[in-house]
């Protein structure tokens, strides 16, 4: 068995479901960490952690892995998306397949090792990451979709520490849910030509590129207030306002980027920016935690 080629291969799956973006959720599952263990009084076990991560690692897997199996023909007469790996022939259907059975069990042995309540809850996930996939051929708001699917990763890690589910993840999901919906909004736009030529489904080509553009800021004005709404009773103090208070400031400085008129820095407010808000706020948390 020639190991170089095994390592190429996990290496084009990886790349495939753009597995360095899952620092988008990641951070926030460890922020439902942190606020479950506020409200418990103590802090969680190093079985618990690592479960939650490697729950967190599959189910993102897993519904990258539906996406672009379903999304194939669609990639394929999209010029963006046609040198995807699947499209392009660097991954055939059979391999993609079997990457999302193994990170579908993958995160079902992940729930199991947490509680019975996760683990009856991760075909719920599981149906949610299938219907984004299929939304966009139906629905305008596939953005809110996926929205609640990384959602699911603050209350999860609550849900795996605590059994059940508190006003204060509650609020960190709603924040994390628009946060996504609006940028995925402003993703979508570089498809809208092509969506409102194939009749696809998208904000863009429902509302237009201006209109798409303040529903994307109500969205994260929205997700701040959330944000906000998790102070509450979660134990938290000033150092987490203050760093509500900074991605509020980056947030500003990421739609400061992207213009109706000017798309060409889409790429730095989509990927750069939304990947160190969701540090940041995991950061301020944290330490206010633990100061």
Not at 206 to 222: M, R
């Amino acid at each position: 068995m020639d190991t170089t080629k095994i390592y190429a291969k996990i290496k084009t799956l990886l790349e495939m479901i753009k597995f360095s973006h899952t620092i988008f959720a990641f951070p926030f599952a460890l922020m439902g960490v942190v606020l479950a263990s506020l409200a418990s009084g103590k802090a969680p076990g190093f079985g618990q952690v690592f479960w939650i991560c490697v729950a967190m690692v599959g189910a993102r897997s897993a519904a990258m892995g539906f996406n672009r199996l379903i999304d194939a023909k669609i990639d394929a007469e999209n010029p963006r998306t046609a040198d995807r790996h699947i499209p392009a022939g660097q991954v055939s259907l059979f391999e993609a397949s079997c990457f999302v059975a193994a990170s579908t069990l993958v995160l079902l042995l992940a729930a199991w090792m947490l509680n019975p309540l996760c683990f009856f809850l991760a075909p719920v996930a599981l149906g949610f990451f299938v219907l984004y996939a299929y939304c966009k051929r139906f629905t305008h708001y596939a953005h809110v979709v996926l929205g609640i699917c990384l959602a699911a990763a603050p209350i999860g890690a609550w849900i795996a520490l605590r059994g059940d589910l508190g006003w204060s993840v509650f609020s960190l999901g709603l924040a994390v849910l628009f946060w996504v919906a609006g940028f995925d909004i402003f993703y979508a736009l570089q498809d809208y030509d092509y969506d409102v030529e194939r009749g696809l489904h998208s904000v863009p080509s429902k509302l237009g590129v201006k209109k798409s553009f303040w529903l994307a800021e109500l969205f994260h004005f929205l997700m701040v207030f959330f944000l906000l709404l998790v102070y509450p009773g979660s134990g938290l103090g000033w150092i987490y306002l203050l760093g509500v208070a900074v991605v509020a400031g980056m947030l500003l400085y990421e739609h400061s980027l992207v213009k109706p008129e000017d798309l060409s820095k889409l790429d730095m407010a989509f990927f750069n920016m939304n990947g160190y808000i969701s540090v940041t706020i995991f950061v301020f948390t944290l330490v206010d935690a633990v100061v």
